[in-house]
Nanobody, 118 residues
Framework: QVQLVESGGGLVQAGGSLRLSCAAS????????MGWFRQGPGKERDIVAA????????YYADSVKGRFTISRDNAKNTVYLQMNSLKPEDTAVYYC???????????WGQGTQVTVSS
């Protein structure tokens, strides 16, 4: 079982930056692929970025490519999302999630609010 706690959200002006962190409990964190998702007002939850268990493979949604960077530190059981050049349309609740090897995202954090003002 993996428990996830996000932090780092807040209010930022357009063009600004934030770094989200997701701290995981459990000794098997390094075996999970990790993802960041977001859900904006009135929208469905969509994937933003994902990273393999080793960190050697990443994925980004087209809307954030070149602006967001996902990374992980398995020694600290933490995954990060560096968000630069933020836009008002990035406003959402951001969730991190963990997927066991070959499986779907099965563990979710409680979410952290990111608000980007214009």
């Amino acid at each position: 079982q993996v428990q996830l706690v996000e932090s780092g959200g807040g209010l930022v002006q357009a063009g600004g930056s934030l770094r989200l962190s997701c701290a995981a409990s459990g000794r098997t964190f390094s075996s999970y692929a990790m993802g960041w998702f977001r859900q904006g007002p009135g929208k469905e939850r969509d994937i933003v970025a994902a990273i393999s268990w080793s960190g050697g493979s990443t994925y980004y949604a087209d809307s954030v490519k070149g602006r967001f960077t996902i990374s992980r530190d398995n020694a600290k059981n933490t995954v990060y999302l560096q968000m630069n050049s933020l836009k008002p349309e990035d406003t959402a609740v951001y969730y991190c999630a963990a997927a066991p090897s070959g499986g779907e995202y099965a563990h979710w954090g409680q979410g952290t609010q990111v608000t980007v003002s214009s």
